[in-house]
């Protein structure tokens, strides 16, 4: 797992910067009725996402909430007055507060089921009935394009998914969120290369194969043998899910 403490100052170059932030920004804003006058973005890293919320929307308040002091710290420079530390499964907020909340590259990160579900209890229920939230849903496929490498990656030890579309939906519903509706947009910059995905090896990314493990060597072997080491593969697509509160 990798310590967002330390990747706060690198998180946006390694993850496509502002061209990633824009196509992120534009797929949550086309799920957010045009109405809502208050935001809250749970798990808003550096803000660099949130902060585009706020300016395509000068009429809506938006706030982020993140657990991690460093990723709160950036998000507080691009927010300044408008971010506060939080854990996502207790937030800070009172019931319906919110027009809208969103959680972007959050349910994956989670460890527990309980845990997924505890944060979707939480965006309900700081949601006013007939707001929506907006959430990323099955982060690790959107990683998989087809490429090379993917082919190396596929026999690769792997977690259990904990944010499948079924496995949120059903949680939402448990709270009286119902779907309405779905887009996809694309991680621009974010398209790995061979020499890239050794390197996400050797710090940690992937969650089964943490550095040092005895079969992260091999994988960074056949990764190394394959062609154009720095010629990036297509960009993940991923898929957000919006919920309508009815209760």
Request: hydrophobic share 45%.
């Amino acid at each position: 797992m990798l310590d967002y403490s330390d990747e706060a100052e690198c998180y946006d170059v390694l993850r496509g910067g502002e061209a990633r932030a824009a196509a992120a920004a534009e797929g949550v804003l086309s799920l957010v009725p045009q109405g809502a006058r208050s935001l809250l973005d749970v798990a808003c890293g550096t803000g660099i996402v949130t902060r585009r919320l706020a300016v395509a929307r000068p009429g809506m308040r938006v706030i982020g909430a993140d657990l991690t002091h460093a990723m709160a710290r950036h998000a507080a420079e691009r927010l300044p007055g408008a971010v506060v530390l939080a854990d996502c499964r207790r937030l800070p907020f009172c019931d319906g507060q919110f027009d809208a909340v969103t959680s972007v590259w959050l349910l994956h990160l989670l460890r527990r089921p309980e845990h997924v579900r505890a944060a979707v209890a939480e965006c309900a229920r700081v949601l006013r009935p007939g707001g929506v939230h907006v959430t990323t849903v099955d982060k690790a496929a959107a990683h998989n394009v087809g490429s090379d490498i993917d082919a190396v990656l596929a026999s690769r030890p792997r977690s259990p998914a904990l944010d499948t579309s079924a496995a949120v939906e059903s949680y939402a519903a448990e709270h009286g969120l119902l779907p309405a509706g779905q887009t996809r947009f694309p991680g621009r910059g974010q398209g790995r290369s061979p020499r890239r995905t050794i390197a996400d090896l050797h710090r940690g990314w992937f969650v089964t194969l943490p550095p040092g493990h005895p079969l992260a060597d091999g994988f960074a072997a056949r990764l190394a043998a394959l062609p154009d080491q720095d010629r990036p593969r297509p960009d993940p697509r991923f898929t957000l899910r919006a919920f309508h509160k009815v209760t």
